[in-house]
């Protein structure tokens, strides 16, 4: 059952005992999950209100709440922001709504974030960098998720093989997403501390200034790139460039140069583990906008070529070309967003129980592969290929290695190059 501001105002007071509320106001938040108010006290004092919805809602505010204690105050010092500060909670049933003490400047729109300039692109990408720096102990002594390269790279075949199964994903986005998560290239990266629910919603600013950062509720070690995904969204890619540019300053060398391409990957992928969620409900309007989210991406991708995913580009065929048409200037790829969605919102299908030292299981959806589409089939064939692989970087030769090669002119192949970067 959904509450309104006003109830949660009266919940607040048990909460926190000696408020008096004399305002209130509804709050913007993950309408699934959470129901949100503002209160303004007798005092002039703020107060945020986050009541779940349900058992699992209730669960990533426990999850908040254990992280915000696991910071100590050396992590605290070394961030540019401010944290949340709960003030009380309450029991109502087995559900317990939270109460915050409110911070500092006021939550942006993404015009809002893309009209402050390169500034707040700066200050978001030390932002973003400084949470990537936290040390992976302050999340482990929480127990929260702890996620190695290899692991998450697993996982997200098993949600590929489980999108496939629906037969409701084009298959052109099939084997775009699947190439990238068998580049293992693209997957080699040291895990970091993230922020796991990053976007707009949960920033606060003020003057070019990111003044606090909320909604800690899925922190965990793993990939730094989830917290890039939401950038897919802003149409002005400059200021995704920028934002990068900064973080990549301020990481210095620990900084992954392929963080955009997982984000890209992220933000399309999310669309199908939307509608296998969707699936789940079995919310027929929810599935509808799913389905058609997914065609809409396809449509583009077919149309203008998409962002760049994997590292190693995918085969291509090969043809015998006469004469080589005269060189042209290669034009740059189309940036295609996937259609509006908070993709961080949509990615937590029930997690699994992190292990430290295994490989997660594969979804109970997984089958055998005469039962999966294609794109499980192909699997098979790479599942010999020797662990070690991952762990050592490849060098420039190697990778170059292993890309097709032919016997052809080099000056033709580099007009022939040049013609199929204008496709």
């Known amino acids: 059952m959904k509450r309104t501001a006003m109830e949660l105002a009266a919940i607040a007071t048990a909460a926190v005992p000696g408020l008096t509320p004399v305002g209130f106001a509804a709050l913007s938040d993950d309408a699934e999950d959470f129901d949100s108010a503002l209160i303004v006290d007798a005092l002039k004092h703020r107060w945020r209100v986050r009541s779940p919805r349900h058992d699992e809602a209730s669960m990533r505010l426990e999850a908040e709440l254990s992280a915000l204690r696991a910071f100590s105050a050396k992590v605290r010092a070394s961030l540019p922001f401010a944290l949340p500060a709960v003030a009380g909670t309450v029991r109502q049933g087995p559900l317990r709504t939270f109460v915050y003490k409110d911070m500092p400047g006021h939550v942006p729109t993404l015009d809002e974030l893309v009209d402050e300039g390169s500034n707040l692109a700066k200050a978001l990408g030390q932002c973003m960098a400084s949470i990537h720096q936290i040390p992976d102990e302050s999340v482990e002594v929480a127990g929260l998720p702890t996620y190695s390269a290899d692991e998450i790279r697993q996982r997200k075949l098993n949600e590929l093989d489980t999108a496939a199964a629906t037969g409701k994903v084009p298959s052109r986005l099939l084997r775009r997403w699947e190439h990238a998560m068998e580049d293992v290239a693209l997957w080699r990266f040291n895990a970091a501390v993230v922020h796991g629910d990053f976007d707009e919603e949960q920033l606060q600013i003020s003057h070019s200034s990111i003044t606090a950062v909320k909604g800690w509720t899925d922190l965990h070690v793993g990939d730094p790139a989830d917290d890039f995904a939401w950038l897919s969204a802003i149409e002005d890619q400059s200021f995704s460039e920028r934002v990068f540019s900064a973080y990549v300053e301020a990481r210095g060398k620990s900084a992954d140069p392929h963080i955009m391409r997982r984000a890209a990957l992220a933000a399309e992928f999310a669309l199908a583990q939307w509608l296998v969620k969707s699936l789940d409900s079995k919310d027929a309007e929810r599935i509808a906008e799913a389905e058609e989210m997914l065609r809409e991406l396809d449509q ?49 299908l029930a997690p699994e129980k992190p292990q430290s030292q295994s490989t997660p299981e594969k979804s109970a959806d997984h089958q055998d592969s005469a039962d999966q589409p294609a794109v499980a089939a192909k699997r098979e064939a790479d599942a010999e290929e020797p662990a070690s692989q991952d762990d050592e970087p490849k060098s420039d030769s190697a990778e170059s290695e292993a890309k097709p090669a032919t016997e052809t002119d080099p000056a033709a192949d580099k007009d022939q190059q040049a013609g199929e970067s204008t496709k």
């Open 300 to 348: 583009n991708i077919a149309e203008y070529g998409g962002q760049p995913l994997s590292v190693v580009e995918a085969p291509r065929p090969l043809a015998t070309q006469p004469e080589a048409p005269a060189p042209q200037a290669a034009q740059k790829p189309v940036s295609i967003a996937a259609p509006s969605i908070n993709t961080e919102k949509v990615t937590a």
